[in-house]
C-alpha cells in the first residue's frame, strides 16, 4: 500500500498480528520529498540560498559559533523550532560540509556539533546581515506586521 501526506510518501510494508493485540500492528516507512528537477546553480546567491535555505539555519551556525554545541541548548537558543526540524536542518548543515557532529560513546550519548573551517566564513556574512536588519529594525517589522494583518 502506498500513500502520500504532507510530511513524506508512506509504503506500507507487512503487518504483525500479536496474540495481545486484538488489531494487526501496521509498520510504516516514510519516504521524504525527493527532487525530481536539479536545483538552479548558475550564481552565487543560487548556491548560498541551497545551502542556507531554511528557517533555522543561521541561528544554528551563530548559535554553535557562539558556544552553544549541544542539541538541547540549540532547542532552548531556539525554542520556535521543533526538535524534528532543528534535527533535519542540522542534518543538511553537516550535508554541506558547514558543521560537523561528534557522538561521545557514553550512556546517553552525548551529541556536539562544531564549525567546520568552511563553516567560519559565513560567520561574518551572517553577522553583517544581522546588523543590517537590526539598523533597519523598525522598517522590517513595520512592513512584516503590516502583511499579516487582515484587511478590513
Same mark, same amino acid.
Given at each position: ?22 488489531? *494487526? ?23 548560498? *540560498? ?8 543561521? =541561528? ?9 554545541? =549541544? ?12 526538535? /524534528? ?28 556539533? /562544531? ?15 544581522? $546588523?543590517? *536588519? $537590526?539598523?533597519?529594525? $523598525? /522598517?522590517? =517589522? =513595520?512592513?512584516?506586521?503590516? /502583511?499579516?494583518?487582515?484587511? *478590513?
Amino acid at each position: 500500500m502506498y500513500s502520500s501526506h504532507k510530511y513524506g510518501n508512506t509504503i506500507q510494508i507487512g503487518s504483525n498480528y500479536s496474540p495481545i493485540a486484538l488489531f *494487526g500492528t501496521w509498520f510504516y516507512f516514510y519516504i521524504m520529498y525527493e527532487r525530481k528537477t536539479l536545483p538552479n546553480l548558475n550564481c552565487g546567491l543560487d548556491l548560498i *540560498g541551497e545551502v542556507l535555505y531554511g528557517k533555522w539555519k543561521m =541561528r544554528l551556525l551563530w548559535f554553535i559559533n557562539d558556544g552553544h554545541l =549541544r542539541p538541547s541548548e540549540l532547542q532552548r537558543k531556539i525554542p520556535d523550532a521543533t526538535r /524534528r526540524v532543528l534535527n533535519i536542518q542540522l542534518k543538511e548543515l553537516e550535508e554541506h560540509e558547514l558543521i560537523t557532529k561528534k557522538i561521545y560513546a557514553v550512556v546517553p550519548p552525548k551529541v556536539e556539533y /562544531r564549525l567546520t573551517e568552511f563553516g567560519k566564513t559565513l560567520i561574518p556574512i551572517i553577522a553583517t546581515l544581522g $546588523d543590517w *536588519g $537590526d539598523a533597519h529594525e $523598525d /522598517r522590517l =517589522r =513595520r512592513v512584516i506586521l503590516g /502583511r499579516l494583518k487582515p484587511e *478590513g
